[in-house]
């Protein structure tokens, strides 16, 4: 396959399988909220997310090379039809929680697999520019999570009246619809257009994966005490993830809250649409923002934490929904920029044997930060107020900044 036809295959590809994500972002903790969930069972509901990912991706991680990208996206691919199916009939707790499992295991079973499988396929020919390639990707995996956004605002505003008449549906049940129609189309399209060479595959045996889980730890430990810098990385990474998930949690509920009537629904489309694009933009201004900052890693990335404490609590006493909205958009794009400098920095000390390892470590370390956040937040905004759970929130997004001050990093 040429790679204009392998771009194009794969853009197609990615495109669908974002939208779907982005006509579910839009409205998702208010569906559970229709389903009669309080904020302490939704932070039960992502700290189950989160745990399901983390015993599942690293045993997993190797399954994709032993038996195919095709094969293995194929199978997390079914997860998450299930997993809809579940959550569009779901009635409780119990049966909420089953479905969005099943679409974290879906995730953690299938990420990346055809990522690894598009640059495999891409490099083989030996003829044009990966970076560029992957730009491409990147641009249009945005413009697929941004439109699905939209189509996630819009559905719930002019189908929702009409599902309410349907046994076990709620307003929000037409975007768990054009989720499934997406998701069948998505799996066609893979097992008619993607095309794997056998010759990728590798021996794998998934326990393994569970007797690297020690290893990781151990050796992380080792590295993150020696290693002063890294320390300061990972534990910044930690209580930035403790804070910052109230946020992700509860935004839909309370710009919900400023809006004037239901029919607006569709404005929530929009700012999630935005956060992407913004996101973006901050990744785009980084690479300036660095050269204009003589490349001082540490003092971007404790400014940039430091804006993000102090936007999220703007956010959290903002009453008016333009203003939450321009808040919540600065959040991103100041998370936009400071991401690369981050990677920069952890790259940086880290020993290139030892990359894989604490790469692993880091994305546990920063998924438990998430799982005590859910908890916590769930438990602050269900017995005082979401705005209170982010006030607390920005103090701790703001003292992990504080890491930032105390590195020494060589500039580039």
């Known amino acids: 396959m040429k790679n204009s036809k392998l771009i194009l295959t794969y853009g197609i590809h990615q495109f669908l399988n974002w939208f779907i994500v982005g006509i579910f972002i839009p409205v998702m903790t208010l569906q559970f909220q229709e389903k009669g969930l309080n904020f302490i069972q939704i932070g039960y509901l992502f700290f189950g997310w ?20 095709k094969r293995i996206f194929l199978i ?43 640059v495999d396929s891409f490099t083989e020919e030996k003829q044009g520019d990966l970076q560029r390639a992957l730009s491409y990707i990147g641009a249009i995996t945005s413009a697929g999570l941004g439109l699905g956004s939209i189509l996630g605002g819009l559905l719930p505003v002019y189908f929702g009246l009409f599902n309410v008449y349907v046994p076990r549906f709620d307003r929000f049940a037409g975007n768990l619809l054009a989720m499934l129609f997406i998701i069948i189309l998505l799996f066609f399209y893979t097992f008619y257009f993607i095309k794997e060479d056998r010759r990728f595959y590798k021996d794998y045996n998934v ?40 946020l992700e949690m509860f935004w839909q509920p309370k710009l919900k809250s400023l ?7 569709w404005i929530l489309g929009v700012a999630s649409t935005g956060y992407f694009f913004v996101s973006s933009i901050g990744q785009l201004l980084s690479t300036i923002i660095c050269k204009i900052l003589n490349y001082r890693y540490a003092l971007i ?26 808040f919540y958009w600065l959040i991103f794009a100041v998370f936009g920029i ?69 590195l020494k990093i060589e500039k580039q």
């Open 50 to 69: 989160g745990l399901t990912i983390v015993l599942v991706e690293l045993p997993t991680g190797g399954l994709a090379d032993a038996i195919g990208r």
């Open 207 to 246: 326990l393994d994966g569970f007797m690297k889980f020690p290893e990781i730890v151990a050796t992380s430990i080792k590295y993150g005490i020696k290693t002063r810098t890294l320390f300061l990385i990972l534990l910044s990474s930690l209580i930035f993830k403790l804070g910052f998930n109230g």
């Open 76 to 118: 997390g691919h079914s997860f998450i039809f299930a997993s809809v199916i579940v959550l569009l009939f779901s009635w409780n707790f119990i049966t909420v929680l089953a479905g969005f499992c099943l679409m974290a295991l879906s995730r953690a079973i299938s990420s990346g697999s055809l990522d690894a499988w598009f």
């Open 301 to 326: 990335l404790f400014i940039s934490r430091l804006l993000t404490g102090f936007f999220y609590f703007f956010i959290a006493v903002q009453m008016d929904r333009l203003s939450f909205i321009v």
């Open 259 to 265: 809006l004037q009537s239901e029919n607006q629904i």
């Open 338 to 406: 400071q991401s690369s400098p981050y990677l920069t920095v952890f790259n940086q000390k880290v020993p290139e044997s030892q990359r894989s390892t604490l790469l692993s470590f880091e994305s546990l370390l920063s998924r438990f930060g998430v799982l005590l956040g859910a908890v916590l937040m769930g438990y602050i905004a269900e017995n005082y107020s979401i705005a209170n759970a982010w006030t607390i929130g920005a103090i701790i997004v703001t003292a992990s900044s504080v890491c930032f001050l105390f």
